[in-house]
T-cell receptor, first 112, second 114 residues
Framework: GEDVEQSLFLSVREGDSSVINCTYTDSSSTYLYWYKQEPGAGLQLLTYIFSNMDMKQDQRLTVLLNKKDKHLSLRIADTQTGDSAIYFCAERRGGGADGLTFGKGTHLIIQP | DAGVIQSPRHEVTEMGQEVTLRCKPISGHNSLFWYRQTMMRGLELLIYFNNNVPIDDSGMPEDRFSAKMPNASFSTLKIQPSEPRDSAVYFC????????????FGPGTRLTVT
């Protein structure tokens, strides 16, 4: 199966909270990241969390990490039309492997 | 800072031709990564360098692909000969290891091989 798994689509109403979920398989992962990609653009680093943390908050973004279940989530409060994009979860594994392993991305669709 | 710079932004070529993609990492960054994005396979790491030395090239699809980093401010990814299945968006990213682990991505090169 996939090393990093995400749902392909998420639809939310403008003003509601969006919660994008991700599961990973490597328990030695050191950092986990969330990237945002808008159409035709590159990947923008949104936030990251170190593996010994369980929560990180940055303005409208909240990252939750459940290391036991290897589950990561990104919550976007007060979702706006500008948040419409593909969100990628990525893990950086331990053991000196520096490249990132990405999920397939979740398309966040905002309904008016 | 200008961020990671990639060129060209778009490349259309015929099967069998040589393609060279270029990347300039963020100044001061010592690690450089090449990724490929396709609809079917998503984002895949091809190769990465640390202090200009290739560390892991296990993601390079086959011998038609090669990458170099002659100095700290420039890297190339070459495909020779190119095939239609190489059509993808190729991203370059850089970071400053180990203190600043975050990888910053360039805008990508969209390659179309006909």
């Amino acid at each position: 199966g996939e090393d990093v798994e995400q749902s392909l689509f998420l639809s939310v109403r403008e003003g509601d909270s969006s919660v994008i979920n991700c599961t990973y398989t490597d328990s030695s992962s050191t950092y986990l990241y969330w990237y945002k990609q808008e159409p035709g653009a590159g990947l923008q680093l949104l936030t990251y969390i170190f593996s010994n943390m369980d929560m990180k908050q940055d303005q409208r973004l909240t990252v939750l990490l459940n290391k036991k279940d290897k589950h990561l989530s990104l919550r976007i409060a007060d979702t706006q039309t500008g948040d419409s994009a593909i969100y990628f979860c990525a893990e950086r594994r331990g053991g000196g492997a520096d490249g990132l392993t990405f999920g397939k991305g979740t398309h966040l669709i905002i309904q008016p | 800072d200008a961020g990671v710079i990639q060129s060209p932004r778009h490349e259309v070529t015929e099967m069998g031709q040589e393609v060279t993609l270029r990347c300039k990492p963020i100044s001061g960054h010592n690690s450089l990564f090449w990724y490929r994005q396709t609809m079917m396979r998503g984002l895949e790491l091809l190769i990465y360098f640390n202090n200009n030395v290739p560390i892991d090239d296990s993601g390079m699809p086959e011998d038609r692909f090669s990458a170099k980093m002659p100095n700290a401010s420039f890297s190339t990814l070459k495909i020779q000969p190119s095939e239609p299945r190489d059509s993808a968006v190729y991203f370059c990213a850089s970071s400053r290891e180990p203190s600043l682990h975050e990888q910053y991505f360039g805008p990508g090169t969209r390659l179309t091989v006909t």
